[in-house]
């Protein structure tokens, strides 16, 4: 029988949507998906899905797929064949190299797509136009984590693994609401407060994270620092500190404890009464083995780097970290977010965070791939690149990433497109930002390529092909090594998925060991894994620090408002964040009909008290404005946020991204999603 | 001549199989023999996939397939019957011939009775059922309780009440009751199962009750049904399969098993029902506030047949969008299946919220079932 007339096989893959990476299966039926069966064997999340999850395939047989190159010409989008439209592509991406140099170009990738595209798609930036301008969406999520772990560890992820919180003694969870964006790590909290660990979730909101823990601390919106270093004096004040291994294995602590100081009381900016400041510093201080899970409501901040390092400080002061049941854990955010910074897909490093400022590595790379003369330069981040189209930066090429609807203030992004040269989109659906391009490559999703995620517990998960890709459309990595080959680069005779992996492996020396057929195990690996006899890392800094002298570095840090704050014009402060039945920008999960029943449009979560001297209603219609635009949206008025605090999630188009500002954290160039001002007008109507 | 009701030894005359099988290979013969002659399209049965923690169901069309499935895998925790109702259409327009435990039967039942399955082109091969293992519990139980490395195990079996495991370097066996004192063992709703030997299925089969010079290498075989008894009569007739009758003395044993097995399942309602008497409403409430709505409670569940949304009047009590689930939709559901919950456990170990589903319509059914009669079924009007 050939492989389009059986009745039913099973291909066990790698779920598309968050950072927890569950395995599925994808039931294929006569070269169909019909349906996604549990994976019991999976180690992460032993069958089990969210509603997510059990839907990701609905999207797979979309009519809307794009299923053939698109060119605009005269204002409209044609078809094309492949040879037109990848020489088109080609020759406008060298005719902007030759005449504008390395800068003149801005590469984008999404963290949604597999290790392999990511790679390829770096390595095509750097040897085609020896440009380091090349990123992807980490930088807003979780670039604060990678920018400041690496200064607190030494390496910029996760500690410890999802399930490792069932070793500790105490979970403080800040900042994120892991059962809604990351359902089954947040399953993992859940198994926790049935074995009786203590859950502690400070967030301003009333999540469905925070219902689940022991202690909920509401504290006003981005003053995490002001409420660490509080914790933190009370934790030196009663002598809590883990003075041994501060000795042993720390740098910084007079320079934190100095700075502390003067954060006895702040309750005055986050909100908490010292009493509560005072309990929960000395429950993670006191408790064997603590462990802090974070996520984006410390990262999208201006103040997300140093948010992070404040979560570092907390768990080197109490020595908190490098065993089973401790650590510092960013979930991050989407399925290859990790990965994708592995990957080297970022303006300042390699695979396996090699600087590229570092003349050793660049030689390496350029032996490897057979190219001179690569750049040492810092290249240009996601949202600066956006800031510079029609200056520096003439010619972009996205793969798989929707800014029109997900990057900060979606008017500025809508210009600044419009003022490029040429724009190249690569993508499985036509986006909101695909109105914006000059050329539509139509590339495969998760189901129809073989591949590879990281997820955010650093294990590098398989992605199985099940089905062909809709039409015309192609592998991506097949696009990508076309595109070279037609430029004449070398070292892109790179026709599998396998190869691609195993020519990042042999530059790479974290992951050198991870071979595929050591990833093939229903555990895979998690890296490092520098040999191939080599099981990987599950814990990181359990000896030494990944830092230069291998310790770990507490910073003395001041607490900074936001870059936008309330006044009498806009009085509220906006939180964004996310749901559980959507995924980011909508493509995948608006096409799987339950979610979109569940959810079909964005609301603000309101206060009940502003709700009531506003005279609005719940569910009623109010249009918000900021400084940079504004959103009609449907009020749901309730207690979980605070008086003042408006919520809205971040799916929808023309939605709260209309909204939110583009200042920029200065360490890891992360956009403050997370904080603006705004004011709240009632419309009325249901 | 096999009739219904006729005790059997069975055994396979196929060399090849007789090699792999565990006891006889008959089970393995009849479906080969039933495929190979169109009395069914499609064999539906389990094999080992990555490992032996592994199970996967598979659709055979293609006799010389079935050796992949031979052997039995206790860490298979699959629904047989919810595969067939939705990739393959239920069997209405193929004849699929399938290898059942105890909860695949009682829910191909079920679903026969909702015109999701046609039972007519259903054949039923049952196999006694001790009880299934998480599959990664099962690995966490061989790592601390057998102090053996999981990956280096090649054989696991359920016998005499003791979970064995066979390794490199050795075999080893404990106690189930004891494992599962400490939280490990069978599955939960498996513990409580009182439906060991599948006697609704055509034949019923297992290794309990051989003995003597056929332990191990015969089935025991009940004849459950007309249908069975052709199949055997044809596979004997065409020289596939030879039976015996099976020893009396057998026959006292495998009754002397299930009875264990039966009381066995009756300690354990008693210990779980016992456990959530006192605070039932608190202890529903406080698990199903959890509830993320991933929907797998029902969509996995063989009893629970979810009208489509599209034409059907917006819920009042359950509002789209709202998580923790309204209380509606947890209560709706168990009153829904408060008469035909199997306790397969689908529900509870899909849940992604740890909620003990499985254990509260479990619960509700029983003690109605054993408060309340008639059982009328459907009602001729609407209200």
């Not at chain 1, 807003?140 to 070793?167: K, Y």
């Not at chain 1, 090594?481 to 042999?506: C, H, I, N, Q, Y």
């Not at chain 1, 980011?584 to 502003?610: C, F, L, W």
């Not at chain 1, 408006?646 to 709260?656: C, S």
Request: charged residues 25%; neutral net charge; proline residues 5%.
């Amino acid at each position: 029988m050939s492989e389009n007339t059986e009745i039913m096989k099973y291909v066990a893959t790698t779920c598309p949507y968050c950072g927890v990476g569950c395995t599925l299966n994808l039931v294929v039926s006569n070269g169909k998906v019909v349906g996604v069966e549990p994976n019991q064997r999976s180690p992460i999340n032993e069958g089990k899905l969210c509603p997510k999850g059990v839907t990701c395939w609905e999207h797979i047989h979309s009519p809307d797929r794009l299923t053939t190159p698109l060119i605009k010409k005269d204002g409209k989008f044609v078809e094309a064949s492949w040879e037109e439209a990848l020489d088109l592509v080609a020759k406008n991406l060298k005719a902007t190299y030759d005449k504008h140099g390395p800068k003149g170009l801005g590469f984008q990738t999404s963290c949604r797509t597999v290790n392999e595209d990511c790679y390829i798609f770096q390595k095509f930036a750097r040897v085609g136009f020896k440009t380091n301008n090349v990123d992807n969406c980490a930088r807003i999520c979780h670039g604060p984590s990678v920018a400041g772990l690496s200064l607190s560890f030494g390496s910029g992820a996760a500690t410890n693994g999802f399930e490792d919180a069932l070793n500790s003694d105490f979970i403080l969870i800040w900042g994120s609401n892991a059962v809604e964006a990351h359902p089954l790590a947040g399953r993992r909290i859940a198994q926790a407060k049935k074995r009786g660990i203590p859950i502690a979730v400070i967030d301003p909101r009333y999540s469905m994270t925070a219902r689940l823990a022991d202690t909920w601390i509401r504290f006003n919106p981005s003053t995490h620092i002001a409420l660490a270093n509080s914790m933190m004096y009370w934790i030196i004040k009663e002598g809590l500190e883990d003075k041994k291994f501060i000795t042993d294995r720390v740098n910084g602590f007079e320079d934190l404890k100095k700075t502390v100081e003067n954060y006895a009381d702040a309750e005055a900016i986050h909100g908490v009464p010292l009493e509560t400041v005072k309990d929960i510093a000395f429950r993670y201080a006191k408790a064997k083995n603590a462990v802090i899970i974070y996520c984006l409501g410390i990262t999208e901040l201006t103040t997300g780097t140093d948010n992070v390092r404040s979560m570092g400080n907390l768990a080197l002061l109490t020595g908190n970290v490098g065993r089973e049941g401790v650590g510092v854990n960013p979930l991050r955010g989407q399925n290859n977010v990790q990965g994708a910074c592995d990957m080297g897909a970022y303006p300042n490093v390699y695979s396996g965070y090699q600087k590229c400022e570092t003349a050793e590595n660049r030689a390496k790379m350029e032996k490897a791939w057979g190219v001179t003369d690569l750049p040492d330069w810092y290249g240009v981040t996601l949202t600066e690149q956006i800031n510079q189209c029609g200056e520096e930066i003439k010619a972009m090429y996205i793969l798989g990433l929707n800014p029109v609807v997900t990057y900060p203030s979606s008017n500025h992004v809508k210009a600044q497109l419009q003022k490029l040269d040429f724009l190249v989109v690569q993508d499985i659906f036509f986006t909101e930002t695909c109105e914006y391009a000059d050329v539509i490559l139509p590339g495969t999703c998760f189901a129809e390529k073989d591949g590879t995620f990281t997820s955010g517990e650093r294990r590098i998960n398989r992605v199985r092909k099940a089905v062909n890709p809709p039409g015309e459309a192609k592998e991506d990595i097949w696009i990508i090594t076309e595109l070279a080959k037609k430029m004449g680069l070398k070292s892109f005779d790179l026709p599998t998925a396998k190869d691609v992996w195993d020519d990042m492996r042999a530059v790479t020396p974290s992951m050198f060991g991870a071979t595929y057929e050591k990833l093939e195990r229903p555990e895979a690996i998690c890296w490092p894994c520098p040999t191939e006899e080599h099981p990987g890392t599950p814990i990181l800094h359990r000896e030494k620090f990944g830092t230069a002298d291998g310790k770990g570095n507490l910073f003395g840090i001041d607490y900074r408002p936001p870059a936008e704050v309330v006044d009498a014009e806009y009085p509220f402060t906006l939180m964004t964040g996310r749901l559980i039945f959507h995924y980011h920008s909508r493509t995948q999960t608006g096409r799987a009909k339950d979610m979109h029943r569940e959810v079909p449009e964005s609301y603000a979560q309101i206060n009940v008290e502003d709700a009531r001297r506003l005279g609005i209603k719940n569910n009623e219609y109010v249009k918000l404005k900021s400084r940079r635009g504004e959103t009609k949206t449907r009020a749901r008025v309730t207690d979980d946020v605070g008086p003042g605090v408006v919520y809205m999630t971040m799916h929808f188009a023309e939605g709260v991204n209309n909204l939110t500002n583009t200042a920029l954290d200065p360490m890891s160039k992360m956009p403050e999603l997370k904080h603006c001002a705004i004011s709240i007008e009632k419309i009325g109507g249901n | 001549m096999a009739a219904k009701g006729d005790m059997l030894y069975a055994w396979t005359t196929d060399s090849g199989i007789a090699k792999k099988a565990e006891c006889g290979g008959a089970v393995t013969t009849l479906l080969k023999y039933a495929l190979e002659n169109k009395i069914v399209d499609v064999v539906v049965a389990v094999k080992k996939g990555f490992d032996l923690y592994d199970a996967i169901p598979v659709a055979i069309t293609d006799a010389k397939d079935l050796d992949q499935t031979a052997g039995s895998l206790h860490c298979g925790t699959l629904l047989m019957s919810t595969f067939i109702q939705k990739y393959l259409d239920g069997a209405k327009s193929m004849k699929v011939g399938v290898v059942v435990k105890g909860c695949d039967l009682m829910s191909l039942i079920e679903l026969g009775k909702r015109n999701e399955i046609n039972m007519n082109n259903v054949l039923t091969i049952g196999v006694n059922c001790g009880g299934s293992v998480n599959p990664i519990l099962g690995r966490k139980m061989i790592k601390e309780k057998f102090g053996v490395d999981p990956d280096k195990v090649t054989k696991e079996e359920i016998d005499k009440g003791q979970f064995i495991i066979e390794y490199e370097g050795g075999h080893k066996g404990i106690k189930i009751d004891d494992l599962e004192d400490e939280g490990f063992g069978r599955r939960s709703n498996c513990r409580r199962c009182k439906y060991k030997i599948p006697r609704q299925a055509d034949l019923a089969c297992g290794n309990w009750g051989v003995i003597g010079d056929k332990a191990g290498k015969a089935t025991f075989v009940e004849v459950c049904s007309d249908k069975g008894a052709d199949l055997i009569t044809k596979a004997v007739g065409a020289k596939k399969l030879e039976t015996s009758a099976a020893d009396p003395k057998g026959i006292e044993i495998r009754g002397k098993t299930e009875g264990a097995m039966l009381k066995l399942g009756e300690k354990w309602r008693k210990k779980d029902f016992t456990a959530l008497r006192d605070n039932l409403w608190e202890t529903i409430n406080k698990e199903t506030s959890r509830c993320i709505k991933c929907y797998s409670c029902i969509d996995k569940c063989p009893v629970c047949i979810q009208i489509p949304f599209d034409g059907r009047a917006d819920d009042i009590m359950v509002r789209p969008g709202f998580i923790p689930s309204d209380p509606m939709f947890h209560l709706r559901r168990f009153a829904h299946i408060s008469d035909s919950c199997i306790n397969c456990g689908q529900c509870e170990e899909l849940c992604p919220a740890e909620i003990p589903l499985a254990l509260f319509s479990h619960a509700i059914r029983v003690e109605a079932d054993n408060a309340f009669a008639p059982k009328l079924g459907a009602a001729p009007y609407k209200n």
